[in-house]
């Protein structure tokens, strides 16, 4: 008789399974690159971005809205013909959708934009700040009041060098406050939560030249409701940190992701938590003896997270072309920072992740851009959508990761400077229909991971044997076992024909992935275990 526990755990397998889970190729001839992306009130999905394939000029901004298959409703871009980006989006309350990044219309610098569509995407009202040097926006949220703060970088307040800026409007665009936090060095702002107190914390990094080389320190601040500074902390170990994304605990602890390294080529994943007040907690890295970076965090009900970013360490990319290549990665652990799973995305060319966001359906989203599956001197926006499990079921690969300790160093940035005003300019962008392609990036075989034909895996779930048949022709010539966090089990070498049967008597109910290897590439299947 199967137990209790084991049929829950085939329910909520088979109820897994029923999502809808995909890898979607958004774009034209030239580059695509995904920037965010979110799930709207009535379950479709836009994703933010920016095409040189599309509109006015060099660049602009780029929205696409697809069903829940990742098939494309519409698509549209914004822009003038100078450059025009836009880094992230999300959705308002009113169910309009709230862009911002930069522009470089009419100046030799940029201007920091944010501009506001309905939910067809048409352009409503935009705003510039700035643009006398460089400035943009590269985040931003709904808060509590109904209004919307953004966070990025400036060049025009402040102290002169690259500062990091904060504003905060109202409903309709005017301008609530403004604010910038900077130094003699040079400092980004690169994400903002809203606390459960209605202040802010803001996560970016501080770049500083030590003995001719330029070293990074994360940076976390909190202000008031009101953007008044409270509290600023420095964090360093070696030679680079920057912070990524941000959220708070129900507890009011912050949990950071980001990058760290020890020497000018080897990036970690960071992951560090702080209490309310900005004191580190716990620090942990991952990654490999390449660059792995993250660039965002998502916080589940249960308290797990999930990072996103890209890897040159794992995956096919890693496997086939060394440095010469990344792959995206999404990577579940609970609050202390340990690996529940690990798991890779893309082939052998390049594939990187941005933002990433929750679904309703307790799946993950994520945007970023491929060369994998597109023409020559291309680039196409990908867009993935996995299963709770962070299963998307085409060129994918569970990896075994383990976390590291890391000592950084904690310092009060007693040197931020505090500085406010900054004034407002309407803009009107041009809006223009995009008729990008949208492919199904699992019917492209990837170079360096064809799937076999026609595998088959019974009886799955299994007792202590399973079968497996592969098509006239093909032999196999390794099976590989694993748990769903990718910790090896067994291993066969073992030429193979037709059919194989193994004994697996020996593990626990539960999920566990079988990967069949042959000449021509090899396939991963999930099987379950009664």
């Known amino acids: 008789m199967i137990k209790t526990h084991t049929l829950l755990f085939l329910l909520l397998t088979q109820l897994s399974f029923a999502q809808t889970n995909f890898q979607r190729l958004i774009g034209g001839t030239s580059h695509e690159r995904g920037q965010g992306l979110f799930e709207t009130f009535d379950h479709y999905y836009v994703v933010n971005g920016a095409t040189l394939s599309y509109g006015q000029g060099s660049a602009d901004c780029m929205l696409n809205k697809t069903d829940a298959s990742g098939n494309i409703i519409w698509s549209k871009t914004y822009g003038t013909t100078a450059f025009d980006n836009s880094e992230f989006a999300f959705e308002t309350p009113d169910h309009g959708y709230m862009c911002m990044g930069r522009t470089s219309f009419n100046t030799g610098g940029s201007y920091a934009l944010i501009f506001k569509t309905d939910s067809a995407g048409n352009f409503q009202w935009g705003r510039t700040f700035g643009g006398a040097t460089h400035d943009g926006f590269v985040y931003g949220i709904n808060t509590f009041d109904g209004g919307f703060t953004f966070v990025g970088t400036t060049q025009s307040l402040g102290s002169g060098t690259d500062d990091i800026v904060m504003i905060h409007t109202d409903a309709n665009g005017d301008t609530l406050f403004t604010r910038a936090f900077g130094s003699i060095e040079s400092e980004s702002g690169i994400c903002v939560t809203q606390t459960a107190d209605h202040g802010y914390v803001i996560a970016g990094r501080q770049l500083a030249l030590v003995s001719g080389v330029t070293e990074s320190s994360g940076v976390l601040l909190k202000t008031d409701e009101s953007g008044t500074l409270l509290w600023a902390n420095y964090f360093k170990s070696q030679k680079w940190e920057e912070l990524e994304s941000v959220v708070e605990l129900p507890s009011h602890e912050l949990v950071i992701a980001g990058s760290s390294v020890d020497t000018l080529?080897?990036?970690?994943?960071?992951?560090?938590?702080?209490?309310?007040?900005?004191?580190?907690?716990?620090?942990?890295?991952?990654?490999?003896?390449?660059?792995?970076?993250?660039?965002?965090?998502?916080?589940?009900?249960?308290?797990?997270?999930?990072?996103?970013?890209?890897?040159?360490?794992?995956?096919?990319?890693?496997?086939?072309?060394?440095?010469?290549?990344?792959?995206?990665?999404?990577?579940?652990?609970?609050?202390?920072?340990?690996?529940?799973?690990?798991?890779?995305?893309?082939?052998?060319?390049?594939?990187?992740?941005?933002?990433?966001?929750?679904?309703?359906?307790?799946?993950?989203?994520?945007?970023?851009?491929?060369?994998?599956?597109?023409?020559?001197?291309?680039?196409?926006?990908?867009?993935?959508?996995?299963?709770?499990?962070?299963?998307?079921?085409?060129?994918?690969?569970?990896?075994?990761?383990?976390?590291?300790?890391?000592?950084?160093?904690?310092?009060?940035?007693?040197?931020?400077?505090?500085?406010?005003?900054?004034?407002?300019?309407?803009?009107?962008?041009?809006e223009a229909i995009a008729t990008p392609s949208n492919n199904d990036a699992c019917l492209f075989l990837g170079v360096n991971q064809l799937p076999i034909k026609n595998l088959n895996v019974y009886p799955n779930p299994f007792g202590s044997q399973i079968r497996i048949v592969m098509t006239e022709g093909t032999i196999a010539k390794q099976y590989r076992l694993t748990d769903i966090s990718g910790r090896l089990i067994y291993d066969w070498k073992k030429l193979t024909a037709g059919q194989m049967e193994i004994s697996i008597p020996d593990i626990e109910a539960g999920m566990y992935l079988l990967q069949v290897q042959t000449e021509s590439g090899c396939e991963t299947v999930r099987i379950i275990k009664q």
């Open 265 to 430: 080529t080897d990036f970690n994943i960071l992951f560090l938590k702080t209490d309310s007040a900005g004191n580190g907690i716990d620090v942990h890295t991952y990654g490999g003896i390449k660059i792995d970076a993250s660039y965002n965090i998502l916080l589940n009900e249960d308290s797990s997270m999930v990072f996103s970013g890209y890897t040159e360490s794992f995956g096919y990319g890693h496997s086939f072309m060394g440095t010469d290549s990344t792959n995206i990665f999404l990577m579940k652990t609970d609050l202390s920072g340990n690996v529940i799973w690990f798991r890779t995305y893309g082939d052998g060319l390049q594939d990187e992740a941005y933002r990433s966001a929750k679904a309703s359906d307790g799946g993950y989203m994520i945007s970023g851009f491929t060369t994998d599956y597109t023409p020559p001197d291309s680039s196409q926006i990908v867009f993935l959508k996995t299963d709770t499990a962070g299963f998307t079921g085409c060129h994918e690969q569970t990896v075994a990761v383990t976390a590291d300790t890391l000592a950084l160093t904690q310092t009060v940035a007693s040197n931020l400077i505090e500085y406010s005003g900054w004034l407002a300019l309407n803009i009107t962008l041009p």
